[in-house]
């Protein structure tokens, strides 16, 4: 289930599962979303990014949903693996060259 | 895509001292950012940094506490002046490049401040 700790927010699957991770985001200007991927020790790496002209975009077992509606964004991870295990951020740039991250969500996959 | 190379990887440093962090780009790239990530937290923007010029500093951060070198295109440095156990945080090089201009980022330099 989800929960919010002190710190980050924490998302705990099951090896297999789907997860969903979600972000809301500010700043209703905004035109280009990014997800990035933060395992411990490392640089976050981008993983999958989305223009507003979409709604949806996929990747490699990894989906990016933009509802601009309601300014929410969401990661989708299919089949979640144990290396999926890191720390998650969204990202939002709108104007500005320098995009604005989102606080993270810890997704933690049991074997 | 940008490969970045950022070092030392980690340090343990004495309160009052200064510490260098480099990081090293395989490709020219017009903007290099510095970004601190304290521990649990998100990554906050120190400065841009810029080929030629002064770094463009964010609100709370000043050049004093964290100056920034960037002599060619492809390097820059940040150093932690002064340094208080409060600097103790995760210290990020990244790279604007690519389609979109999305971030890249180095590896990251865990800073311990006693």
């Known amino acids: 289930g989800e929960s919010v700790g002190l710190h980050l927010p924490t998302l705990s699957v099951q090896e297999g599962d789907n997860s969903i991770i979600n972000c809301a985001y500010s700043n209703s200007a905004s035109d280009y979303f990014i997800w990035y991927k933060q395992e411990s020790g490392k640089g976050p790496q981008f993983i999958i990014d989305i223009r507003s002209n979409m709604d949806k975009r996929q990747g490699q077992r990894v989906t990016v949903l933009l509802n601009k509606t309601v300014k929410h964004l969401s990661l989708q991870i299919a089949a979640t693996q144990p290396g999926d295990s890191a720390v998650y951020f969204c990202?939002?740039?709108?104007?500005?060259?320098?995009?604005?991250f989102g606080r993270g969500t810890s997704l933690i996959v049991h074997p | 895509s940008a490969v970045i190379s950022q070092k030392p990887s980690r340090d343990i440093c004495q309160r009052g001292t200064s510490l260098t962090i480099q990081c090293q780009v395989d490709s020219q790239v017009t903007m290099m950012f510095w970004y601190r990530q304290q521990p649990g937290q998100s990554l906050t923007l120190i400065a841009t940094?810029?080929?030629?010029?002064?770094?463009?500093?964010e609100s709370g951060f000043v050049i004093d506490k964290f100056p920034i070198s960037r002599p060619n295109l492809t390097f820059s440095t940040l150093t932690v002046s002064n340094m208080s156990p409060e600097d103790s945080s995760i210290y990020l090089c990244s790279v604007a490049a690519g389609e979109g201009e999305k971030l890249f980022f180095g590896s990251g330099t865990q800073l311990s401040v006693l």
């Open positions: 990202a939002e740039k709108g104007g500005s060259y320098i995009p604005t």
């Open positions: 940094a810029n080929q030629g010029s002064e770094a463009t500093y």
